[in-house]
């Protein structure tokens, strides 16, 4: 995987693409730039040579081609001429600019695509573990935030940065040719400004990092609020997630004022500086002027090209200050852009059909205090169906996860093979698209039914949609809808009832038609006689496919050809449910209470 050791190795790696916009910008830029300087001497000449009567300080190609069309006194007689040469030059910079403005926004507007692109992509890839340790308001706002940081730097401050240089050069370049101590006075206050810059560029870097964090958990705090609306309004807390959402927002609010404060102090003390530089041209030019080292033209070209300097200067201030923003931005996507996506190992191949077998299987979560799953030794034939019951935490779930390789065994701690070969050696898109898997909180996108059902599958046609839904038993409550299949269904499912999502999921993997069905809980949310028929169905349609059951309702298993117990991360008991019946353990215990009509769950057991 590619690293960015850099920042600048990332921003140059998100300018691919668009380049050439940004250097075609610079260089009309630079022609607009250079066109503006040309106004002041304009202005020079006309008060010092066509007003008065000194000689002509323009240069000799210039002086020339005015003499081809009847010289100074033809100046002097069509004042007009003048107009029209300034309006001309006037228009070409208005040109120049124009093909500036739009190069450089189709630069940003494809630079920022691409950045979006690329940590999209890259975020797709990363590992299910990193997902739980960053949280999604997080993500997001570095996704959207952080990158309009770094647009408007690229965009706008960079731009403004190299636009500045330029006019420094060329203003200082004019104003040295017409009278170089009075520039110099000019000059000095330039590197002044850029020195304060500097050290307000420290402050105002951790005073932005630290709002940039606190914006990444008010955008949690909202983000977690709109997906969990429901419980809100359930458990009557909508005022205090307001309280906790202005609390945050106050203090958020708190850095920013800091931030702002910082700024204010700045722009204070830039004004002073551009003040002060404006007083040592007016002395310095009046003073040369007196001694009639500087005529009254080239003052006022002096002071044109001075004001041409002040907006610049301080910008340049600006641009310093706000790379510290833009640096702390790029660093928060150096972050995601650098962690280590799934990869494969160097000839991983295709799952083959077989035995799944877990060999001594140990894990323990990163930072847990102790392993979830215990030598776990089971093997499940294929096409064969195995039940997993087992209390809250036992590590279920953890198993299937391992399986799907959304958790990563550590060296030593067991081998997890599929017909024999190690799933270390299965590529991951080949062992996810082979084994189906309907989790524990089935997801629905904001989607119609039909796109739900249909998009884990390739050149699905309705028929298929129809056919997966009645397997799952949500094709007479699809119907019953208004628009059908065609109902749209609200963010993570909101509009359907918790069976109705999870009978959605359901059709959603059997559509696809994998060799390995995993059913993670996918029946809780479902009574008992629609449990009943969708096991049937099931059974009945999934051929040779090897099926495993994880469930806390014993009828919902009891069926499978191979039931184990899970407590405390180890297999406690182990058989068919006849078997398990005899053995009059933990298995037996559940079942009597459930069959009793006593409202038990797996977790309650001990």
């Not at 094709?475 to 009832?497: C, M, P, Q």
Request: aromatic share 10%; net charge neutral.
């Amino acid at each position: 995987m590619k690293k960015y050791p850099t920042k600048i190795k990332l921003i140059l790696h998100f300018l691919e693409g668009s380049k050439r916009f940004f250097a075609l910008s610079m260089l009309f830029a630079v022609l607009a730039s250079l066109l503006d300087m040309v106004n002041p001497r304009i202005i020079s000449f006309v008060v010092d040579s066509v007003i008065g009567d000194k000689a002509s300080s323009l240069p000799a190609a210039v002086n020339r081609f005015i003499e081809r069309f009847g010289g100074i006194p033809a100046l002097r007689e069509h004042p007009f001429l003048i107009a029209f040469g300034t309006c001309g030059i006037g228009l070409l910079a208005a040109l120049f600019r124009y093909f500036f403005r739009t190069g450089n926004a189709r630069g940003a507007e494809t630079f920022v695509r691409r950045m979006r692109d690329e940590l999209f992509a890259h975020i797709m890839y990363l590992p299910y573990k990193w997902h739980g340790e960053n949280s999604t308001g997080d993500i997001i706002q570095r996704c959207t935030s952080d990158v309009q940081t770094i647009k408007r730097f690229v965009s706008e401050q960079l731009v403004q940065l190299f636009r500045t240089v330029i006019m420094i050069v060329l203003a200082v370049y004019f104003m040295a040719r017409i009278h170089f101590r009075v520039m110099l006075g000019s000059a000095l206050m330039i590197p002044v400004i850029v020195i304060f810059s500097l050290i307000f560029h420290v402050k105002i870097g951790e005073a932005f990092e630290k709002a940039d964090v606190e914006e990444g958990v008010l955008s949690s705090i909202v983000q977690e609020n709109l997906t969990g609306v429901r419980v809100v309004r359930a458990f009557g807390r909508e005022v205090f997630e307001r309280g906790r959402f202005e609390k945050q927002n106050e203090y958020y609010t708190g850095f920013w004022i800091d931030l702002m404060r910082i700024g204010s102090v700045y722009w204070s003390f830039a004004d002073v500086l551009i003040g002060l530089q404006v007083l040592f041209i007016l002395i310095l030019g009046s003073n040369a002027c007196i001694r009639g080292t500087l005529t009254a033209g080239g003052f006022i070209a002096m002071l044109s090209y001075n004001m041409m300097l002040m907006w610049p200067v301080r910008q340049l201030g600006r641009v310093i200050s706000e790379m510290s923003k833009a640096g702390i931005s790029i660093e928060r996507l150096r972050y995601i852009m650098n962690s280590d996506l799934e990869e494969d190992r160097e000839g991983a191949g295709e799952m083959p059909a077989g035995d799944i077998v877990f060999e001594n299987v140990s894990y323990t979560y990163p930072g847990g205090t102790g392993p979830v799953l215990r030598s776990i030794n089971l093997t499940i034939p294929k096409g064969s169906t195995l039940g997993i019951l087992g209390s809250t935490g036992s590590g279920k779930s953890t198993l299937m996860y391992l399986l799907l390789r959304l958790y990563e065994l550590d060296p030593g701690n067991g081998r997890i093979s599929v017909g024999g070969v190690d799933i270390q050696d299965i590529r991951r898109e080949s062992l996810r698209e082979k084994i189906g898997t309907v989790l524990q909180e089935p997801y629905l996108f904001s989607r119609t039914l039909a796109e739900n059902i249909g998009m884990a599958g390739q050149s699905v046609e309705m028929k298929d949609i129809q056919e997966a839904a009645r397997i799952a038993s949500i094709d007479d409550a699809i119907e019953s809808f208004t628009n059908g299949y065609r109902t749209f269904v609200g963010e993570r499912g909101v509009t359907l009832s918790g069976g109705q999502k999870q009978r959605t999921a359901i059709a959603q993997m059997l559509i696809r038609k994998p060799p390995v069905m995993v059913f993670d809980d996918s029946l809780s949310a479902v009574d008992a006689e629609t449990d009943m028929k969708i096991r049937h169905a099931i059974r009945e349609n999934t051929g040779e496919s090897t099926v495993i059951l994880i469930a806390h309702r014993i009828t919902t298993i009891m069926n499978a050809d191979h039931i184990i117990v899970l407590d405390q991360g180890k297999i406690r008991e182990q058989g068919t449910h006849e078997e398990l019946m005899e053995q009059g353990g933990l298995y037996r215990k559940i079942y009597d209470l459930q069959t009793a009509g006593v409202d038990v769950t797996a977790s309650t057991y001990s």
